[in-house]
Nanobody, 119 residues
């Protein structure tokens, strides 16, 4: 099993920045990627960004955040970060850390952290 704990959410004005962190613990050797998802009230949970655990750490971003958000990982600390700049009110959501696993179960989720961007 893998445990994911997010931190860093909060309230920020439009145009501001926040940095989310996700600390992973447990059986992390089988993980193939980490990702951040978000879910706003009334909406489905959607992918924000993902980073692979393989050498090179390839990344993918949703079109709505590309150029504003940066995902990174610190292997030594087993953490994944999401740097969010130029935040917009439409970025308001609960942000969830996700880990994709080579074995079963195939995915793990954190408990979520609230990000609120005021206009």
């Amino acid at each position: 099993q893998v445990q994911l704990v997010e931190s860093g959410g909060g309230l920020v004005q439009a145009g501001g920045s926040l940095r989310l962190s996700c600390a992973a613990s447990g059986s992390t050797s089988g993980l193939i990627s980490f990702g951040w998802y978000r879910q706003a009230p009334g909406n489905q949970r959607g992918l924000v960004a993902v980073i692979s655990t393989s050498p090179g750490s390839s990344t993918y971003y949703a079109a709505s955040v590309k150029g504003r958000f940066t995902i990174s990982r610190d292997n030594a600390k087993n953490t994944v970060n999401l740097q969010m700049n130029s935040l917009k009110p439409e970025d308001t959501a609960v942000y969830y850390c996700n880990a994709a696993n080579r074995g079963s179960p195939s995915q793990f989720w954190g408990q979520g952290t609230q990000v609120t961007v005021s206009s």
